[in-house]
């Protein structure tokens, strides 16, 4: 008799972007109406850079004919154009040398985020903000290393570390003992960034206690403060302690394109139970080359157009109006008398409900008088109770007409 | 202390194909001046038709307009579009109802067969074929699914099923009882296709045993014999208990592009340890939102085009000519004498090795004496000692220059 995974049974009914999708499809069906503007979902709206919509065409052409066309990804990590723009770009400009083995090339952050807690034993205890990005959790519900669902959502066996008003967004390391640290600066959902500092708190935490940080940077492209570190390996020693996920899906708009890559430098270690020390490099390696076989050469060359000198300029140029957007939002709902948090170094402005409202009857209330659609605090977690995200992806005119009816409410 | 997956230390070394590179490259550097001809790794040659070209040309364009950009594929499972041309062209078509939501757009087999096992308890048997794809072993090694290794390269606690010479290739149902059974037809490695009388014992044993097959026909397209099924869905009773794998990359030469796609029929189940049946369909759904962010919306236009009249009919050209490679292969090789099987039914050609050499021993014959690369049998598993695979990838005239210098050996 085939056995089902048991642990799938104590996810929570519903992933929450679909949740959110099901109300809104329910209102623009009772309200067709209703022009409803989406602030939610974390979904891109510019169209792709001219530069790298170029080296897409150019590489499916490419892939047209005999003498030029490409087959299996060879090292199945990834084309060494593409990782070499990486670890030129994106590290040794900061001064942090990641080599192109330490790089691998994935179809998306999620992918990675959700993937990389197969190379860790059952026992190990993760740590996640509260709020969070509800990928570090769920994927650790399935595999089974947490214990089933206590009050408010959570399960127990996980070390959820508030994030909140309080400490601006950035939660301390923890008391007890994490060995498995999900960060993510800019944060999904709030906005906040670590500064240098807070994140030596954490990577001296992980070296005292021989934890891995699995460190989330796919906003650090939307960083707009020189002092905010855009790298974990910008903090000495992280090389030791820490992985980092990248994506070009909110840099470059590749939501619909797919392509990311996760960074596991050659010194960084887990454990057996027996207390050897085992490289995680050739692990992940391992684990990439057994259940993937690589990212689409033409969503590479796409990727890899995002660090010419014209396709940096036309990717920085979108950035920049999805940031003017979050201004806008940022200080039209700070005129309003709303509390708002975020959308300087991050895309996501985190907005405090008025009156004591929950996340989900403010969302409803959004939605219903302003037709507007929010992303419910809570469903990041019970600290996100009595928030809301809003996106700054979007056309400035929607932004502002959305503005505008949030303003009549 | 974060400890780690201890599986993963009961990998053996070196996944095949990498160690195939590594002694193809030592020779090439010994010898620049040879003429390598590959004819190990799977990797198709020819280039995308160009009715799928013309298509991704369209999408990228679209991806280049605000109009017609696409972000986030909204379900998460593949676009509408393509999910439809796939259950009118690969199932309706062959009296086989699978709707739209029994399909998953993923980015390949590999992938998908390689994840399927996450939906299934610890304690499973699993059964595969001996010679059989690796990817099957590794990742339920991985998840600890497995015991330690044992003699020849295989492990504890997995049922091997001998496809041999006797057999013709096609194992039958074990005696002993497996919960989890992975059957790959046409076959990899040795070109073996099972008939429906065949498939039929299969699912019958299933049923009886509440047991799941995870029926991997990646090859299907290659099938030239009218009466072989192409889908295991074409034996009745099979939705019950079987998931079934097919791909884009060696139907339409898109290795390097990266398409494929898992069913999971919506009557299939596996049970809870007290012996509730659960739905398998739903968990897929779970597991692939969570983990998982869709496939390039480039690719699935692609993907999609496959089906246009014109697009099938390029298709099936590049086949057809692929298939061309393998009756030469066959022809020639048994004239000279060896016993060769497969290359009816799917692009490998299952070559004896004289005289009893072993797998490696002829591997590195031909690579040294005929500079020719295969894939050795016993890569597979040790019932695939004693053999080689050719691939019918790859141009004619190479072909047949191969052919020409093995039978001077």
Excluded at 62 to 84: A, Q
Excluded at 145 to 156: F, K, V
Excluded at 320 to 342: C, F, P, Q, T
Excluded at 383 to 391: N, Q, S
Aim: aromatic share 10%; hydrophobic share 40%.
């Amino acid at each position: 008799m085939a056995t089902v995974n048991e642990n799938f049974l104590r996810l929570q009914a519903g992933y929450l972007f679909p949740e959110i999708g099901k109300r809104k499809r329910a209102f623009a069906q009772a309200h067709p109406e209703a022009k409803i503007i989406s602030m939610g979902i974390g979904d891109v709206t510019q169209p792709i850079a001219p530069a790298v919509i170029e080296a897409m065409h150019r590489a499916v052409d490419e892939m047209g004919k005999k003498e030029t066309f490409h087959g299996y990804d060879d090292e199945g990590i990834g084309y060494v154009f593409l990782r070499e723009a990486i670890s030129k770009n994106d590290y040794k400009s900061r001064g942090v040398n990641i080599e192109t083995d330490e790089i691998f090339i994935s179809d998306g952050a999620k992918s990675d985020t959700a993937n990389i807690q197969e190379l860790f034993g059952p026992d190990n205890t993760i740590a996640v903000a509260d709020p969070v990005y509800p990928v570090y959790v769920d994927t650790n519900v399935m595999a089974g290393r947490t214990g089933p669902i206590a009050g408010q959502g959570t399960y127990l066996k996980i070390v959820y570390m508030p994030a909140t008003s309080e400490n601006n967004f950035v939660p301390e390391p923890p008391n007890e003992k994490a060995d498995m640290i999900y960060l993510c600066f800019p944060n999904n959902p709030t906005g906040a960034v670590a500064t240098k500092e807070q994140l030596k708190k954490w990577v001296d935490y992980a070296r005292e206690n021989r934890s891995v940080l699995l460190f989330d940077a796919a906003y650090e492209a939307y960083i707009s403060e020189r002092e905010i570190p855009h790298s974990i390996y910008e903090i000495a020693g992280a090389k030791d302690v820490a992985i980092e996920f990248r994506s070009f899906s909110k840099t470059a708009g590749f939501t619909g394109v797919r392509c990311a890559f996760t960074v596991v430098p050659k010194e960084l270690r887990a454990y057996t139970r027996a207390g050897q020390s085992v490289a995680l490099n050739p692990l992940w390696n391992r684990r990439t080359c057994t259940k993937f076989n690589g990212v689409s050469y033409i969503t590479q060359a796409g990727a890899a157009a995002t660090y010419t000198s014209e396709g940096s300029k036309q990717v920085r140029e979108v950035i920049d109006l999805y940031m003017n957007n979050a201004k806008v939002i940022r200080e039209k709902l700070g005129s309003l008398g709303y509390k708002v948090y975020g959308g300087v170094n991050a895309p996501y402005i985190w907005l405090k409900t008025p009156e004591g409202l929950g996340s989900w009857e403010f969302f409803d209330l959004l939605l219903t008088k302003a037709n507007v659609v929010t992303t419910p605090g809570v469903g990041f977690g019970p600290a996100g109770e009595g928030y809301v995200r809003l996106t700054a992806f979007g056309e400035l005119e929607n932004v502002k007409e959305a503005l505008d009816r949030i303003a009549r409410i």
